[in-house]
Nanobody, 120 residues
Framework: QVQLVESGGGLVQAGGSLRLSCAAS????????MGWFRQAPGKEREFVAK????????YYGISVKGRFTISRDNAKNTVYLQMNSLKPEDTAVYYC?????????????WGQGTQVTVSS
């Protein structure tokens, strides 16, 4: 399995931007679909975005579509989440995940998460 480390979280005002990064170990990163998920206190984990191994296919959760962009650099073993027009309801711990299939990440590898806090 691949090991994942997220970074880039922090405190930002509403309307601001952040870019999260997820660095992966292992030589097979380019064969994995990658995803971002988030979990706010007292809420269930929510799908944010996912991208195929080639980057050619991307999906977004309804609440972030049009504001967030997922991308990947297979040469750097890194996946990114550019977050624009942030809202207080985007506050959560953000996790990246790797999976052999873009269909589901439930049995994939997960990072430890990075906190994103959006102030109003």
């Amino acid at each position: 399995q691949v090991q994942l480390v997220e970074s880039g979280g922090g405190l930002v005002q509403a309307g601001g931007s952040l870019r999260l990064s997820c660095a992966a170990s292992g030589r097979t990163f380019s064969s994995y679909a990658m995803g971002w998920f988030r979990q706010a206190p007292g809420k269930e984990r929510e799908f944010v975005a996912k991208i195929s191994w080639s980057g050619g296919t991307r999906y977004y959760g309804i609440s972030v579509k049009g504001r967030f962009t997922i991308s990947r650099d297979n040469a750097k073993n890194t996946v990114y989440l550019q977050m624009n027009s942030l809202k207080p309801e985007d506050t959560a711990v953000y996790y990246c995940a790797a999976s052999e299939t873009i269909a589901t990440f439930s049995s994939g590898s997960w990072g430890q998460g990075t906190q994103v806090t959006v102030s109003s």
